[in-house]
Antibody, heavy 114, light 107 residues
């Protein structure tokens, strides 16, 4: 059974940084396309970033471009989302997903507040 | 960006009813539309992928159809456990975009 587990969320001040992790078990997702999607409290879903082809192709939503960096560690079977210059509007539950958005983790909450 | 609109925004139906949600894309997305069910405090769960494919383990009362710009999601016989918000999403073109959601309640 495939299991995705996000971690690394927490409370951070505006301008601060966090690194989220998406760890996979039950599958070696070295070649999988992995996506990050977020959901602000009480709001809908927003795509954030995608990494494909082992990391050679990366995409970002305009709202996070230049502040967030997606990467992967094949040896750890983990994908990361480094989030810098965080803003209040980045407050959300962050989910990772794979395989055309068919598998999702349980999410990790990021709260940006002074 | 491709805009995904859903209708209705919310609906109330009775157990056993047939429920339909329509998702309209602002441009052709082929069949690259997924439908998700999300319950409070939980991650989205894919029910239908790529337009009409039922995800493994999902009850057959759920179905999806459509291609191009118009997509339909149907629950054939509504059950109490189907109370949730339902989202459509296109994953044909970046940025991938979601519909605003349809909140389903039981009468």
């Amino acid at each position: 059974e495939v299991n995705l587990v996000e971690s690394g969320g927490g409370l951070v001040k505006p301008g601060g940084s966090l690194r989220l992790s998406c760890a996979a078990s039950g599958v070696n997702f070295v070649s999988d396309t992995i996506n990050w999607v977020r959901q602000a409290p009480g709001n809908g879903l927003q795509w954030v970033s995608t990494i494909r082809h082992g990391g050679s192709i990366i995409h970002y939503a305009d709202s996070v471009k230049g502040r967030f960096t997606i990467s992967r560690d094949h040896s750890q079977n983990t994908v990361y989302l480094q989030m810098n210059s965080l803003r209040a509007e980045d407050t959300a539950v962050y989910y990772c997903s794979r395989v055309g958005f068919r598998d999702w983790g349980q999410g990790t909450l990021v709260a940006v507040s002074s | 960006d491709i805009r995904m609109t859903q209708s209705p925004y919310s609906l109330s139906a009775s157990v056993g009813d047939r429920v339909t949600v329509v998702c309209q894309a602002s441009q052709d997305v082929s069949n690259y539309v997924n439908w998700y069910q999300q319950k409070p405090g939980k991650a989205p769960k894919v029910l239908i992928y790529d337009g009409s494919n039922l995800e493994t383990g999902v009850p057959s009362r759920f179905s999806g159809s459509g291609s191009g710009t118009r997509f339909t999601f149907t629950i054939q016989s509504l059950q109490p456990e189907d109370i949730a918000t339902y989202y459509c999403q296109q994953h044909d073109d970046l940025p991938y975009t979601f519909g605003p959601g349809t909140r389903l309640e039981i009468e």
